[in-house]
């Protein structure tokens, strides 16, 4: 079948729920992928940060073919060793105790909600507590993560939504302090915020939320599923920050491409919440993805990508930064590490569309921020390359 073939059959069948760019992916190899026309494109989005090792992987390929000949799913009525060891090494990696393996981001946010609300209701009985949530968030496409997702147009349709949520302005913390009171069990935030346009939590902000969670047994649920996983220069994100919250949520780079997700709870949040019978999956953490998500973690170490994202993230940021004071239309730099953001005052989707043609994949955040979100394997070479593509773009956007 030829492109235009791929395309029609896919708008015949598939439910429209997306504006597809007009090309077929097929392959990838290393920071590189091919459509099927064999046009060649440099990803500078990962599939949305999630192929932090780039394509074509050895290691992790090898890993996964021969879990596959050995076991592919138990269910979780039996143990099974690879997603123990992947359990092991996710607490090692965050120092948190406690790990839920999901099939997705939008799953584990339900899971740390229910955790959070169980652990409020074994307190005190009640099914009234509150949730804060931050504007401009996005926690997930289910009824749940919706529920905390601070975008009118992603809510709006499926409303009444569950739960009782309050939205406060990020990086206010007034705005939170507003509209804490004894009924409210957790406050939930990305640690950088993605989709609603890159935006770092400040210092002083999220440490001065991690004051009011403990002086109030308010659980803090932070969102690492796009921003965690090394993206920023460490493990996650809050590791930044010198705090630590009571549940984490992980999807995106967790299994480098095999649908995975965790939420991650304090021993302290294990023992006064979720019980036997109280959550559960089907497939959630199978052997498959529990090989997957081991090795990820095995090959961030021989790699010591971390300190590699630290090192490029800052040629990343200064390349960047020449773009603000090069072109009029870019009006700033946000970011963290290889999560970074430009906002731009021309229509960014005209821009990525553009980038496309000049075979460069980024995508969009927010309403006017162009997202940079590559594979945290990218060398200066990438970065150098991505900018004359993205330079061509801008040419043409003016
Ligand atoms: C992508 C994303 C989600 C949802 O993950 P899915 O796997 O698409 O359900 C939740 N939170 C954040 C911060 C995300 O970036």
């Known amino acids: 079948m030829g492109k235009e073939a791929f395309i029609d059959s896919a708008e015949q069948h598939i439910l429209h729920t997306y504006n597809r760019n007009q090309i077929v992916l097929e392959r990838g190899e290393g920071v590189y992928l091919y459509d099927t026309d064999g046009c060649k494109y440099l990803d500078f989005a990962a599939g949305i940060a999630v192929q932090a090792l780039g394509y074509g992987n050895k290691e992790y390929n090898d890993a996964l073919k021969q879990q596959i ?58 099914t009234d507590h509150e949730i804060i949530a931050m504007e401009h968030s996005f926690h997930g496409r289910t009824m749940g993560a919706l529920s905390v997702t601070g975008n009118a147009h992603y809510r709006e349709p499926f409303e009444p939504l569950p739960g009782i949520v309050k939205f406060a302005e990020y990086n206010n913390l007034d705005s939170v302090k507003a509209l804490v009171n004894e009924k409210t069990c957790a406050i939930i935030m990305e640690t950088v915020q993605g989709e609603g346009g890159i935006y770092p939590a400040e210092k002083e902000f999220l440490s001065g939320i991690k004051k009011i969670c403990e002086e109030n047994d308010i659980l803090l649920i932070l969102d690492e599923i796009q921003c965690g996983m090394g993206r920023t220069g460490a493990m996650f ?44 999956t089907t497939y959630g953490g199978n052997p498959f993805v529990g090989a997957a998500v081991s090795k990820v973690f095995d090959i961030f170490e021989e790699k010591n990508l971390v300190a590699h994202v630290k090192e490029i993230s800052a040629y990343l940021e200064e390349q960047l930064d020449k773009l603000v004071e090069e072109y009029d239309l870019v009006a700033a730099r946000r970011g963290m590490g290889l999560m970074q953001g430009l906002e731009l005052s021309v229509p960014v989707g005209e821009v990525s569309s553009k980038a496309l043609e ?41």
Not at 239 to 249: A, F, L, R, V
Not at 360 to 376: E, H, K, Q
């Open 237 to 280: 994100a809050w590791q930044n920050y010198g705090i630590k919250p009571d549940i984490m949520t992980c999807a995106k780079a967790l299994g480098c491409g095999v649908p995975v997700g965790a939420f991650v709870v304090t021993q302290k949040v294990a023992d006064a919440s979720l019980k036997p019978g109280d959550h559960g």
């Open 358 to 398: 000049h075979g460069l994949i980024v995508i969009t955040a927010g309403s006017n921020v162009l997202r940079f979100v590559p594979p945290l394997v990218i060398e200066k070479e990438h970065v150098d390359e991505m900018v004359e593509k993205l330079k061509k773009a801008f040419g043409e956007c003016r």
């Open 69 to 126: 000949d050995k076991l592919i799913h138990t269910s979780n009525l039996y143990y099974n060793a690879p997603i123990i060891e992947a359990a092991g090494k996710v607490c090692q990696a965050s120092g948190l105790d406690r790990v839920f393996f999901t099939n997705s981001g939008t799953e584990a946010i339900e899971g740390a909600l229910k955790a959070a609300k169980k652990y409020a209701y074994e307190k005190d009985g009640c």
